[in-house]
């Protein structure tokens, strides 16, 4: 008797688990099936590199957002980046435990503000300073950049601490007998060991970046034109995907599927290189 | 020892007076004073939580990196007090550096390990570099096995080979004393071998002060012997005095093995 209900717990938890692993499954089979066969026949050289994007027309290249989405991801890089390494650094190195308890959790809870609410902050503060303060539309790389840089810092912070914390505490007292000071112990040593954690932090934070979607369509202006400056307005893929999947049908339907696999794929690239490199860090 | 000059024509390196040390409300040292020569190798002994590693790490400022760390007391180095506040700590460790107990490589080449303490302070010329690279590295005994992959990981070393390179390292700054921590503590044999004959040999240029938990080690290479016991300074002597004729009862107990 308690034999059998053993096994039926045992079958149900696995059925459990591995309901996860499948829906990942499935949703990677149905885009692909929905999209893939349309890159094929548009051929993907002309879909992932043509510029003109009329689908009323058939035409449909997704280079300027291609674009777009390099650009506002690399500008979130550049904002969130150097902020959030920077940050944990301060965090584990040289704050007292008491702020340290009081920093932390406001952190975390940077990473639970809904999206809509960053992009409302983008929309209804950050592209008027812009538009008033540095010229154009406001509604631009830019402001898309700044939004997102502090979307990341949550991510790009805490696994930067993680490995911070990582480095054995053996490395700094022995870099500081031999007379380093603390910076020099953190530049020349803590950052090096903490090196493949640091970066996986902020292939992370990448991920996160050109994923986002609601906020970028608040603040990113939308205009499908490749830009020519961080001022001007751009259209990423997942904007792309959640404007007009609305409306499609046929063909251009496809097509937003489509930027969808391509998007798909990025992502499951950029997480692959982030846990190969945190595995790295494990073997040293 | 006996065929070593007189004590008394030697100068003091290092002089600590009533030193206390506290960690919080807890006293780890209690009103040590001793004076520590130029051109010998000191031994503390004790039993573990005795204060010896705690006494070791005093004398560059190390305790400071933990906040409820607090002294009483004088340790002049050259007559000067180190813990007078205008005195720079990280200035003081260039002269007074350590070894730890755990072998600790940084995480990069070898050649950068050794000349990660002279760069520090602004970069030396290449050549120069490659030639303290190579006289701190024969200095520690451990040349002739890493001569031909000085750009390899530091990392990938054995841990006798990573301790001399820690001592190499050390060797590098140019120091004037050298603290070891217990630095054979997990070595075998050759390796620890190594390592004594390498300090016998430094002794004509430094001030060497060695933690050691094996006494026999403390007897084959110390000019004198600190017994500490409970965070207090029991009987310093000679290594042969200390070994065959204790004066304090609580020494010989030690020596003879009947606790600690």
């Known amino acids: 008797m308690s034999q059998k209900s053993e096994t039926v717990v045992y079958y149900v938890l696995q059925f459990i688990a591995l309901s996860a692993m499948g829906s990942l499954l499935l949703i990677a089979l149905f885009i692909l099936k929905e999209g893939f066969p349309f890159i094929l026949e548009e051929g993907p050289s002309k879909f992932l590199f043509s510029s003109t994007w009329e689908p009323a027309k058939e035409h449909f290249g997704i280079f300027p957002m291609l674009v777009g989405s390099v650009w506002v991801t690399f500008g979130a890089l550049v904002v969130g980046g150097p902020l959030g390494v920077a940050g944990a650094i301060y965090l584990v190195e040289f704050t007292p435990k008491g702020l340290m308890r009081i920093i932390k959790p406001v952190i975390e809870l940077l990473a639970g503000i809904p999206s809509v609410v960053y992009g409302f902050m983008g929309v209804a503060v950050l592209a008027p300073l812009i538009r008033t303060y540095i010229g154009g539309p406001g509604l631009s790389v830019l402001a898309a950049s700044l939004i997102l840089g502090i979307m990341i810092l949550p991510t790009v912070m805490s696994i930067s601490m993680d490995a911070l914390n990582s480095v054995p505490p053996s490395y700094k ?46 603040v990113a202006g939308n205009a499908v034109k490749i830009p020519n400056s961080v001022l001007d307005s751009v259209r990423t893929l997942t904007a792309n995907i959640a404007l007009e999947m609305g409306y499609a049908t046929g063909r251009h339907r496809q097509a937003l599927f489509a930027t969808g696999v391509v998007l798909f794929l990025v992502i499951m690239m950029l997480n692959s290189f982030a846990m190969w490199s945190l595995k790295e860090r494990r073997k040293k | 020892m006996s065929a070593e000059p007189a004590e008394g024509t030697k100068v003091p390196k290092i002089c600590i007076r009533n030193l206390k040390v506290f960690f919080g409300n807890v006293q780890s040292l209690n009103n040590i004073t001793l004076d520590i020569m130029r ?66 490589a940084l995480p990069m080449s070898i050649y950068d390990n050794v000349v990660y303490g002279p760069t520090l302070s602004g970069a030396p010329k290449k050549a120069k570099l490659d030639e303290l690279v190579e006289k701190s590295l024969k200095a520690a005994f451990l040349w002739d096995e890493v001569k031909d992959r000085l750009k390899t990981s530091a990392l990938r070393l054995s841990g006798g080979q990573q301790q001399r390179l820690c001592l190499a390292r050390v060797l590098a700054l140019e120091p004037e004393v050298i603290l070891l921590d217990e630095p054979c503590s997990g070595l075998d044999p050759i390796s620890t071998a190594k390592i004594e004959e390498a300090l016998v040999a430094l002794k004509q240029d430094y001030t060497i002060v060695l933690v050691t938990n094996n006494s026999k080690q403390a007897a084959r290479i110390s000019d004198r012997v600190a017994f500490f016991l409970m965070g207090e300074l029991v009987e310093c002597g000679s290594a042969i005095q200390i070994f065959t004729v204790p004066k304090d009862t609580r020494t010989a107990d030690f020596v003879t093995g009947r606790f600690g």
């Open chain 1, 173 to 218: 007292e022995g870099s500081l007998a031999l007379g380093a000071t603390r910076w020099q112990t953190q530049y020349m040593v803590v950052l090096k060991a903490a090196k493949s954690g640091i970066l996986a932090s902020i292939i992370l934070g990448m991920g996160r970046a050109i994923g986002e979607t609601m906020a970028v369509i608040m």
């Open chain 2, 39 to 104: 051109q010998e190798i000191l031994s503390i002994i004790g039993p573990a939580g005795s204060g010896k590693t705690t006494f070791l790490r005093t004398l560059n400022r190390l305790n400071d990196l933990s906040p409820s760390f607090r002294s009483e007391g004088q340790v002049l180095l050259d007559g000067e007090d180190i813990y007078h506040p205008s005195y720079d700590p990280v200035a003081l460790r260039k002269r007074v550096s350590m070894v730890f107990a755990l072998p600790v």
